[in-house]
């Protein structure tokens, strides 16, 4: 299964709320690293819709410019 932004948004969005309600230091610092890593893992799922709208745009765009050469 592919993680989404959101799915590793909500992730850290739980981490975070555990962290503040943990009353531990150990808890709170294992909860603020998994915060930390969601959010990470986030920003890349991120990243990679982004560019692969991008990749699919330009081979539209190339598809595009190859239907309208006409051979003589």
Do not use: G, P
């Not at 819709?49 to 598809?63: L, M, N, S, T």
């Amino acid at each position: 299964m592919a993680q989404t932004y959101e799915f590793c948004s909500e992730r850290a969005d739980e981490a975070a709320a555990l962290a503040a309600q943990a009353t531990l230091d150990n808890v709170r610092d294992r909860e603020l690293r998994s915060e930390k890593t969601w959010r990470v893992l986030a920003e890349h799922a991120r990243k990679t819709v982004e560019e692969r709208e991008k990749a699919d745009r330009v081979r539209a765009d190339k598809r595009a410019a190859e239907s309208t050469v006409v051979e003589i």
